[in-house]
């Protein structure tokens, strides 16, 4: 096994308090340079986002862009979507971008239209191998009908120039066309189609978190390699001494509300010995390598996740305000994020194979969402949505396979399809529940101000 690198985890913090003038004010000539400057910056921007839309299509075309396998078991049906494809990188086309330079914030509106996934799926009953050996296989296409979304994006000021970090962003679609084809034994294929505008009914629901996470790269790449190119300095008019002084203070007062509220949610943690988390156990049916034709199956005890008491902030915070909220996300990382199943036995013809299923992240995301209404007297948090978006860079120590060592890339889909529709939720559910004692007992106005 290779040696274990650092895990980025991002979670992003959303709060809402007091008004933000109340503990930083920017002066009159300041906010006035910045109401003067922002139109053509807007304009300039919104031209610049479209050109590099169009330069990076013309340059690398349509990309298709790879999704990991999904695993998933409903009831005793066990569902595998294997070589799952975004075909075609996207073409973000602008319903809004407004910039809020006081705030250091990107509103944005974007459509996205169609996309479409295909891929290949196969499908297994559990019960019904036992009498029956068959299973289901064919191909995938997914449909997504007026894709859009809409949100928020922080900028930083580094040097001489504006750059993008932090993305508030949900994702939209109208309609779900789901197409499955498979070939009979008399050699006819078979199309079979459906239309869905729920995205909770369909499985798309299995991988719409790592889609819109692909597709929030995909923006920030382009969205991120213009903005750089404007330079703070002059956008200021040569005086930007002030606008950075502020800056830092957004930064601070940001930082410190999230520093406070890791700090103690770490400590609950340890004090509820949430180091590590059981995670639901993997079981799973297969057939042999072509052009064999027996079944085999495969099954592991209760797996874990650790360890949640490394979270550490990764990069500044960002906030934005409205009239009824204060609004503070940024970006803290795992350590030390390990996915483990102790042991598995796999069943095949007269074989059996025993032996550890261990998993190292290197690379995660989590989004955290936490709204306070504006209250003079009160600090009241709320959470919102606790939801982990990435989980990358995946190194897995499969041990005892033997003669069975045929099934690994099978077996490295089954553990990454667990970890994401499974194991997940749990560590979701564990980080909202520290989050928020974290909150209960944070004194947030006096950290904010």
């Not at 070589?83 to 073409?91: A, E, F, I, Y």
């Not at 009979?184 to 991988?207: P, R």
């Not at 690994?408 to 909202?432: C, F, T, V």
Request: with cysteine.
């Amino acid at each position: 096994m290779s040696n274990v690198k650092k895990s980025n985890l991002v979670i992003f913090v959303v709060l809402g308090v007091f008004s933000l003038t109340s503990c930083q004010e920017m002066s009159d000539n300041l906010r006035k340079l910045l109401d003067n400057i922002t139109p053509n910056f807007e304009e300039n921007l919104k031209r610049a986002f479209i050109n590099e839309g169009v330069r990076t299509q013309m340059k690398i075309g349509y990309l298709p862009h790879q999704l990991d396998d999904v695993f998933v078991t409903i009831d005793n049906t066990i569902i595998e979507l294997r070589n799952l494809k975004l075909v075609k990188t996207p073409d973000f086309r602008i319903n809004l971008m407004d910039v809020d330079l006081s705030m250091l914030t990107i509103n944005l509106g974007l459509s996205l239209g169609q996309l479409k996934i295909e891929g290949e799926y196969e499908v297994t009953n559990k019960t019904l191998q036992k009498i029956l050996p068959i299973s289901h296989v064919g191909k995938i296409a997914v449909v997504l009908e007026n894709t859009n979304c809409d949100g928020k994006a922080g900028l930083h000021i580094k040097e001489d120039s504006f750059v993008v970090e932090n993305y508030d962003l949900k994702y939209h679609l109208s309609e779900i066309i789901l197409r499955v084809s498979y070939f009979k034994e008399d050699g006819l294929e078979v199309d079979n189609e459906m239309i869905e505008s729920d995205l909770e009914k369909t499985l798309v629901n299995m991988f719409w978190v790592q889609l819109t996470d692909i597709l929030t790269n995909i923006l920030h790449r382009q969205l991120g390699a213009v903005i750089v190119e404007f330079s703070v300095n002059e956008l200021l008019l040569d005086d930007p001494d002030e606008m950075k002084a502020y800056s830092r203070q957004l930064y601070l007062r940001a930082n410190r509300l999230l520093d406070s509220i890791l700090c103690t949610a770490k400590t609950f943690l340890v004090e509820k010995d949430y180091l590590t988390i059981d995670v639901p156990s993997l079981s799973v049916v297969f057939k042999s390598r072509p052009p064999g034709t027996q079944q085999g199956s495969l099954e592991t005890v209760q797996g874990e996740i650790s360890d949640l008491s490394t979270l550490t902030r990764l990069t500044q915070a960002n906030l934005y305000e409205d009239k009824n909220c204060l609004v503070v996300y940024g970006q803290v990382r795992l350590r030390d994020f390990k996915f483990i199943y102790p042991y598995y036995k796999a069943m095949y013809s007269d074989s059996v194979s025993e032996g550890s299923l261990k998993s190292s992240i290197y690379r995660s995301k989590v989004f955290l969402k936490i709204t306070i209404q504006k209250d003079q007297n009160k600090c009241n948090p709320q959470i919102d949505l606790v939801q982990v978006r990435t989980v990358n860079d995946i190194d897995i120590d499969i041990s005892g396979l033997g003669s069975l060592s045929w099934l690994r890339d099978r077996l490295r889909s089954w553990i990454i399809g667990n970890l994401r529709n499974k194991a997940l939720p749990h560590l979701e559910e564990k980080i909202k529940e520290a989050i928020n004692h974290a909150i209960s007992i944070t004194d947030c106005k006096s950290l904010i101000i």
